[in-house]
């Protein structure tokens, strides 16, 4: 028999299923006899009721990042609640679910808010927020964005030379150079009141590609790569600054052109 028809208050997972409208008609008519004759449950049940919100959307990107794939492989494990109620005291696998998805929406809304202290808190360039800035920046550009002529050799120089001012950092038209890829602007943009220099590029197989360089303290690393909106990013830092190349060509590709401009920059 259900916990239903035992005369106990429902729990939590069984009020939010009745709201969801999961249970079957016997369950669904004992909660709301137990709604009308119960003040403990109508409360319970108004209070749930009221944080009916849009979460699935709120939390739609948070969700889009989260391990389905093992998720999934553990929920297919976990036996059912007939196996195992001996040793799990009615906790099913709904709510064994629940508890994972609620465990990992908190870990990430903590990891996220940590990021946004350490933000606040330290040097921009010393963390990964900068690299996010940008992906989210470039995820908006399209060939058209880069269709005006690039100039000539002159002013590519004196656009290099302003960039490169700004941040303290020799900079030549031959240094940033990528083979089969076109230059097409260099510019200071402003983040979190320190100069970005972005180095645009369209290559002609996979689109807008852009070099960008701010100042960092954190001191030398070696070349990483990542994966950012839909985006192939290669970086690595100096002594005294950080750079990523970015774009929508193959990792490979993007690792042997950015191994060609950091050869550049450090000779």
């Known amino acids: 028999m259900s916990e239903l028809h035992k005369g106990q208050m429902p729990s939590d997972e069984q009020l939010t299923a009745f709201i969801d409208g999961e249970l079957n008609v016997s369950e669904r008519e004992r909660i709301e006899r137990l709604i009308a004759d119960d003040e403990r449950v109508a409360e319970r049940f108004d209070f749930l009721s009221r944080s009916t919100l849009p979460f699935a959307e709120a939390f739609q990107p948070i969700l889009a990042e989260a391990p ?15 196996e195992s ?24 809304a903590v990891d996220r808010a940590v990021i946004g202290i350490g ?17 989210e920046y470039l995820s908006l ?19 290099l ?13 031959e240094a940033v150079a990528m083979p089969g890829v076109e230059f097409k602007r260099a510019q200071i943009l402003n983040y979190d009141s320190k100069p970005l220099a972005q180095i645009a590029y369209l290559d002609p197989e996979s689109g807008p590609m852009a070099l960008c360089i701010v100042r960092s303290a954190k001191g030398a690393a070696a070349p990483d790569m990542e994966n950012r909106k839909g985006m192939n ?18 990792i490979d590709r993007m ?3 950015a191994a060609d401009v950091r050869a550049h920059l450090v000779a």
Request: glycine residues 6%; charged residues 15%; neutral net charge.
């Open 161 to 173: 030379n302003e960039v490169g001012a700004k941040l303290n950092l020799s900079l030549a038209p």
């Open 255 to 257: 690792e042997q052109l």
């Open 119 to 135: 933000h606040r808190l330290s040097k921009p360039d010393e963390d990964t927020e900068w690299r996010a800035v940008v992906a």
């Open 141 to 159: 550009y399209t060939a058209d964005t880069l269709s005006a002529p690039a100039g000539d050799h002159a002013q590519q120089v004196a656009q």
């Open 85 to 108: 109620k001996a040793s799990t005291a009615g906790i099913g696998r709904r709510g064994f679910l629940a508890a994972v998805a609620a465990s990992f929406v908190a870990a990430i």
């Open 233 to 250: 990013v290669v970086y690595w830092s100096s002594a005294t600054h950080a750079f990523m190349l970015i774009g929508h060509a193959p």
């Open 68 to 82: 389905a794939a093992r998720l999934d492989a553990m929920l297919a494990g976990i036996p059912s609640r007939e």
